[in-house]
């Protein structure tokens, strides 16, 4: 069964990290843009989770107000 998201910050290397389940050493990664990562799985193309680069720096002038816009799914096991 699958597990649930997992997010992790490291503040040493200023990067935020989600992941559904445990990260697979054969995800693709693909560069959405400006820092930002998605890993898919290659089988299904699925998003297995993604990564923010220089996150505090990115949202350092954002009040706590803001709204990211993140899609879940949630089921009770």
Not at 9 to 28: C, H, N, Q, T, W
Not at 45 to 60: D, Q, S
């Amino acid at each position: 069964m699958e597990k649930g998201i997992k997010i992790y910050f490291d503040k040493e290397a200023d990067v935020l990290y989600f992941s559904r389940g445990e990260p697979r050493s054969d995800a693709i990664s693909r560069e959405l843009g400006d820092d930002i990562i998605v890993r898919l799985e290659p089988e299904t193309n699925k998003v297995m989770g993604f990564t923010i680069l220089n996150f505090t720096r990115r949202f350092e002038k954002l009040s706590f107000t803001q709204e990211i816009p993140i899609e879940a799914e949630f089921a009770l096991i």
